[in-house]
């Protein structure tokens, strides 16, 4: 699933390796249809299993599709 998102007129994605294990921030706000600051909530209350990496934060494709699944229920 290849997700992008228009930021200031630029088509935003990752075209990465890292992108075959992981979502980010906007892929996760797409998925769910949640904003930012919800995404920031679900971290802090351990809802969203996630990786930092430098100020990046990075959410495993397996545990988001688990999620996707039982919300499609």
Known sequence: MEITKRKGG???GINT???KL???NTEIEII?????S????WRNAKILKF???G?????????IERMMKIRDE
Request: charged share 30%.
């Open 22 to 24: 992981y979502y980010d």
């Open 32 to 36: 769910f249809k949640i904003s930012y």
């Open 17 to 19: 390796d890292l992108s």
């Open 51 to 53: 990786r930092k990496v």
């Open 55 to 63: 100020s990046k934060y990075y959410y495993p494709r397996e545990v």
């Open 38 to 41: 919800t995404i920031y909530r």
């Open 10 to 12: 630029m088509q935003v």
